[in-house]
């Protein structure tokens, strides 16, 4: 590697929104702070969570659920 031409590498903590931190390096000084990990993201938990905006669930339902009834019953 060439001299003066590469920026400082400093070891950082990780904090993330669920709690969870971790040390990794970086040429950040200062902590890094996410909104989402690997130990909250829902591809890796298997846990999905569904926030309900002004009802989209309900209507979805409403709208697309008769017609599956429909299909399965014919």
């Not at 909104?35 to 829902?42: F, G, K």
């Not at 969570?49 to 399965?72: H, M, N, W």
């Amino acid at each position: 590697m060439k001299k003066g031409i590469h920026p400082p590498y400093h070891v950082v903590t990780v904090r993330c929104a669920c709690g969870s931190e971790w040390e990794t390096r970086s040429t950040q000084s200062e902590e890094i702070r996410l909104d989402i990990c690997s130990q909250c993201h829902p591809f890796f938990t298997g846990k999905q969570k569904l926030i309900d905006t002004a009802g989209r669930i309900e209507r979805f339902q409403k709208k697309y659920g008769q017609g599956q009834k429909k299909a399965g019953s014919a």
